[in-house]
């Protein structure tokens, strides 16, 4: 049996990881895809004084802080990678899921085992590039996105995506009667760093051809931009002193309320 040299690695090296993330797999029907095969890939981040490595993996994982940034749509220059990206086949209907991978190099065997090490909310949107214009062309800064899940809190102290384990994957419906068409899907996770009293946001967009009958309606439907939808006073930005205790614990979140736009239901 082969070995990958990472198992080598155990004892002699130090794994290189930090405590930031992408969501480089989009699985569909169940199946694992590579690293970034349906997702766009990130260019390395460079924010905040966050520039300490510039290695693929950790680089990668540096979260944004800024919301008003065309960065902020579907990461870090990812129209520039949309060539490179596969478009995945996926019914509506049926179930997709985005895995965590916590700042580990693309070809580190570490990055299936990670963690989402900063619980928080999630969401996803779908957009489609407009008439004629084909989806690795679509960078989505001009496109009307529509919600489609949140997964937000638990309890009053917990989140649906928690750490590890049962962070590692973001199930999402793609809705039933969503008119079939190439789509980006934008998945987004935040938490609020207490060092910082800052939102950190990670976001990444997989490229999907939605296959179906169709029949819902958008029409009516207040569509989203990103960047611009969201606003620090949006009550669902953790910010919000409420949601802390002064131990720097989540308290409240049952409370929470989803930034941007209500779900589509599809009807
Ligand atoms: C987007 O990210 C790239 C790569 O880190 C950076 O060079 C660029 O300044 C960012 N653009 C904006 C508008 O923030
Ligand atoms: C998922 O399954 C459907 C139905 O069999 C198939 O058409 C589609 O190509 C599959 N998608 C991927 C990404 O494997
Ligand atoms: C998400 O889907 C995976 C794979 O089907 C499953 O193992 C996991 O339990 C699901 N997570 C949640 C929170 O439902
Ligand atoms: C959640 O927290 C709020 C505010 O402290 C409290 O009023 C409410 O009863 C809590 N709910 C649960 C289910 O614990």
């Known amino acids: 049996m082969m070995k990958s040299k990472n198992s080598f690695c155990l004892l002699l090296c130090a794994p290189i990881v930090t405590a930031h993330y992408t969501f480089p797999w989009l699985y569909v029907n169940g199946t694992l895809p590579r690293m970034w095969q349906y997702v766009r890939y990130v260019a390395i981040g460079y924010e905040d004084g966050e520039n300490w490595d510039s290695l693929p993996g950790p680089g990668m994982a540096i979260p944004q802080y800024d919301t008003t940034s065309t960065n902020f749509t579907c990461g870090r220059l990812a129209i520039d990678y949309a060539k490179t990206t596969e478009t995945a086949d996926v019914i509506a209907g049926t179930v997709v899921s985005f895995r965590v991978n916590q700042g580990f190099a693309p070809d580190d065997e ?10 928080g909310p999630a969401q996803a949107y779908l957009a489609k590039p407009p008439e004629g214009v084909a989806l690795e062309d679509f960078s989505g800064t001009d496109g009307d996105w529509f919600k489609i899940a949140t997964l937000g809190a638990k309890t009053n102290e917990s989140w649906v995506l928690e750490s590890y384990a049962a962070g590692r994957m973001a199930n999402i419906t793609i809705p039933a ?12 996770q935040f938490w609020r760093d207490n060092n910082r009293k800052w939102e950190q946001w990670f976001v990444n967009c997989a490229q999907v051809n939605i296959i179906g ?26 910010d919000h002193p409420e949601f802390w205790d002064k131990y720097g614990y989540y308290q409240n979140l049952l409370a929470w309320v989803a930034p941007g736009p209500p779900v589509w239901t599809g009807e």
């Open 213 to 238: 009958p169709g029949g819902g309606s958008l029409k009516g439907y207040p569509f989203a931009k990103f960047p611009g939808v969201y606003d620090e006073k949006d009550p669902g930005n953790l």
């Open 110 to 119: 570490g990055a299936l085992n990670s963690g989402l090490n900063h619980p």
């Open 177 to 188: 009667t969503t008119p079939p068409g190439t789509y980006l899907l934008r998945f987004e």
